[in-house]
Structures are given as structure tokens and as C-alpha cells.
């Protein structure tokens, strides 16, 4: 059974950086597809940035140039080096692993982004 724990949460002030990594197990496939996904009080939870087996990876609109989704190259982990961070950004960041029906979620990290 796949298993997700993040880390690197924290609070930083606008303009700073944070490292986000996601570490998995329990059988990762290469034919899944992970990402980070944020939510804030009141707000649905929202799409960061994902990566597939194959390489491609998606960003939202809003982190687009900011933010890099990576990942080690067995899939035992990826990461978000988020950059020029934003109080918007401040939000729980989840880790997510999906090889449809097959979902997992990580427990989330906070990430606070101070004016």
C-alpha cells in the first residue's frame, strides 16, 4: 500500500523559498502520476503541479515560472523548490499519488508566506 509523508513546510516571507519533498512507499509505479495539490480554509483543493511517468509535467497558471515539481528517478520521492513565494501561496500543500482507481493522499504540509 503506497504511502506518502511531506515535508518542508514552514513560513518564509514574501520573495523567499521553500522545499517541499513528498516521500513514498509501499510500491510506487512509474505509471502513475504525482503532484502537489494546496487548499486553504473555505476553498476546494487545487492542482500545483503534477508529473508523469513519461517526464511531462503541469503547472497551474499561478506558479508557473516559480515553482519546479521534480522527482528522484526511482519515484521514491519528489519535491517542489517553490521560488518568489507570495502570501497567495500561503496554504496546506498535500502530496498526491494517483494510478486511477488508486489514490493516496499525504497528510499535508503548511506553508505560511508573510507580506
Known amino acids: 500500500q503506497v504511502r506518502l509523508v511531506e515535508s518542508g513546510g514552514g513560513l518564509v516571507q514574501a520573495g523567499g523559498s521553500l522545499k517541499l519533498t513528498c516521500s513514498g512507499s509501499?510500491?510506487?509505479?512509474?505509471?502513475?502520476?504525482m503532484g502537489w495539490y494546496r487548499q486553504t480554509p473555505g476553498k476546494q483543493r487545487e492542482l500545483v503541479a503534477t508529473?508523469?511517468?513519461?517526464?511531462?509535467?503541469n503547472y497551474a497558471e499561478s506558479v508557473k515560472g516559480r515553482f519546479i515539481i521534480s522527482r528522484t528517478t526511482n519515484w521514491s520521492a519528489i519535491f517542489l523548490q517553490m521560488n518568489n513565494l507570495k502570501p497567495e501561496d500561503t496554504a496546506v500543500y498535500y502530496c498526491?499519488?494517483?494510478?486511477?482507481?488508486?489514490?493516496?493522499w499525504g497528510q499535508g504540509t503548511q506553508v505560511t508566506v508573510s507580506p
Open positions: 498526491n499519488y494517483r494510478r486511477l482507481p488508486y489514490e493516496v
Open positions: 509501499g510500491g510506487i509505479s512509474s505509471l502513475s502520476t
Open positions: 508529473v508523469t511517468g513519461h517526464g511531462p509535467k
